[in-house]
C-alpha cells in the first residue's frame, strides 16, 4: 500500500505506443514507472485501497510485474536481501551499541551538546515523532527534553522504534556515500580533460598550497573556508553534473505550463530535472562550458534555478557535510599531486552511465597521476 520507493527509473529500449492512447514514448528515453499506481490499480488488486494482508496468501497468482516494491528484473534493489540477512543485523546492533553508548554520558551529563547525527537519533528515540509539525528548533530545549521523560505519558508523540532509527542510519549512509564520491569523480575530470581545466587545476594547486603554508603546513577546517576557488570548482562541478539529477515533489494546486496547452493537477507526484534547470542558457550563459568563475556573481541568482543539494524545507540534510568532505578530499589530492585524464579510457566529452542511480561517468574517471614537485 505504502511502497517507499514510490517509483523506479528505466530507458526504453525500443518505440512504445501506449495502448489506448495517441502517446508514442521513443526509444531511449528515461522514464518513471509509478509503483504506487501500478500496486493500487484494481484490475490487479481488488479493493486496492483496502488493507488486506490475507490478499499474500495468492501471491504466486500474480504477475512479476504488478507486486515490485523493491523494482523488478536486473536492477531489483539490491538490498531486498540485505533488510533479511545478518548485515542488517550487524547494522541495526551497530546503531543500538552506538546509541546505548551516548545515552549513558547523556545520563551521566556528559554527551547532551554534541548535536549530531546520533544525538539526534537518541532523540528521535525518546521522544518519538511529534504528530504534529515540530516548530521548536532551540537546541538549548531539545538538550532539556533528553534529560526528561516528557514523551512517556503524552499522547501527540508517535513511537520510533529501533528499526526505524537503524533505516535513517542507513539512509546516510547510502546518501552520503556515492554522491560525494561522484562529485569528486566529476571534479577531477573537468579539472584534468581540457586546456582550460588544467589551467584552473593549476590556479586551485596555487590556492591551497598558499593555505596551507599560512596553516603551518597542514590542511585546517578554517583553511578549507578560505580556498574559495576550490569551493568554486565544486559548486561549477555540482551545476554541470549534479549527482541526484531530480527532485521529487507533489503539486500543491493546478499548474499550466506556460506556452502549453499542459495541465499539471494538483496532489500529482512529479520529478523536477535540476541537470537540466543547471544546464539553461537562461540562467547560466555558455550553460556546457566549465567557468568557476561564475560563481563569483552567484548572489545574483534565484535559489531556483542552482540547487544540485534541492531546495526548500526538504533540502539535502548532508549538504554541509559533503562539501566539507569533497573539499577536504579535492585539497588533499591537489596538494600533493598533479592530473591528466587518461583519454584511452575515459571518453571526452564524458558519458553518464544510464543505469546508474545516481549520475556517475560510464567508465569511471581514470587519471594519470604525477607527483607535483612545488616551489620553494
Ligand atoms: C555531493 C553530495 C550530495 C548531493 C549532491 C546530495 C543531493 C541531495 C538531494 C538533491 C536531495 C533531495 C533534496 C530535495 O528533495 O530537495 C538530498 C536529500 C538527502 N540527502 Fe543528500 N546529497 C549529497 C550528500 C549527502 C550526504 C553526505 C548525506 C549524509 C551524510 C546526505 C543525506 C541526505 C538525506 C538524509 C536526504 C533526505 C532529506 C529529506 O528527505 O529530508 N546527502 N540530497
Same mark, same amino acid.
Given at each position: ?128 515523532? /511529534? ?97 574559495? +576557488? ?136 581514470? +587519471?594519470?597521476? /604525477? ?6
Amino acid at each position: 500500500m505504502h511502497p517507499p520507493a514510490g517509483t523506479i527509473s528505466r530507458f526504453t529500449v525500443e518505440d512504445y505506443q501506449i495502448p489506448g492512447t495517441s502517446l508514442k514514448i521513443d526509444k531511449n528515453i528515461p522514464i518513471f514507472i509509478s509503483i504506487s499506481a501500478i500496486q493500487r490499480d484494481e484490475k490487479f488488486f481488488p479493493r486496492p485501497e483496502q488493507f488486506d494482508p490475507d490478499r499474500f496468501l495468492q501471491k504466486d497468482q500474480w504477475n512479476h510485474f504488478t507486486y515490485m516494491p523493491f523494482g523488478e528484473g536486473p536492477r531489483l534493489c539490491i538490498g531486498l536481501k540485505f533488510t533479511m540477512d545478518e548485515s542488517y543485523v550487524f547494522f541495526r546492533n551497530f546503531v543500538q551499541e552506538i546509541m546505548k553508548k551516548r545515552e549513558e554520558a547523556i545520563d551521566k551529563g556528559e554527551g547532551s551538546g554534541y548535536g549530531d547525527f546520533i544525538h539526534q537519533l537518541v532523540l528521535l528515540k525518546k521522544r518519538g515523532i /511529534k504528530r504534529e509539525e515540530i516548530k521548536n528548533d532551540d537546541e538549548d530545549e531539545e538538550n532539556e527534553f533528553l534529560k526528561s521523560d516528557a514523551n512517556e505519558t503524552d499522547v501527540s508523540w508517535a513511537n520510533v522504534d529501533l528499526d526505524d532509527l537503524a533505516a535513517q542510519a542507513m539512509l546516510f549512509f547510502s546518501a552520503g556515500f556515492e554522491t560525494t564520491s561522484s562529485l569528486l569523480s566529476f571534479a577531477m575530470f573537468e579539472l584534468s580533460s581540457s586546456k582550460n581545466g588544467k589551467q584552473i587545476q593549476r590556479r586551485v594547486a596555487e590556492e591551497v598550497d598558499k593555505v596551507i603554508k599560512e596553516d603551518g603546513g597542514m590542511i585546517t577546517y578554517d583553511g578549507l573556508k578560505r580556498m574559495h +576557488l576550490l569551493d568554486r570548482v565544486l559548486n561549477e562541478t555540482l551545476r554541470l553534473h549534479p549527482p541526484a539529477g531530480t527532485i521529487s515533489r507533489f503539486t500543491v494546486e493546478d499548474y499550466q505550463i506556460p506556452g502549453t496547452s499542459l495541465k499539471i493537477d494538483k496532489n500529482i507526484p512529479i520529478f523536477i530535472s535540476i541537470s537540466a534547470i543547471q544546464r539553461d542558457e537562461k540562467f547560466f550563459p555558455r550553460p556546457e562550458q566549465f567557468d568557476p568563475d561564475r560563481f563569483l556573481q552567484k548572489d545574483q541568482w534565484n535559489h531556483f534555478t542552482y540547487m544540485p543539494f534541492g531546495e526548500g524545507p526538504r533540502l539535502c540534510i548532508g549538504q554541509r557535510f559533503a562539501m566539507m568532505q569533497a573539499r577536504l578530499g579535492l585539497a588533499a589530492l591537489i596538494s600533493k599531486f598533479e592530473f591528466d585524464l587518461c583519454t584511452k579510457k575515459t571518453p571526452v566529452p564524458l558519458k553518464y552511465n544510464k543505469k546508474a542511480f545516481i549520475l556517475a561517468p560510464q567508465s569511471g574517471v581514470w +587519471l594519470k597521476t /604525477k607527483l607535483r614537485r612545488k616551489k620553494k
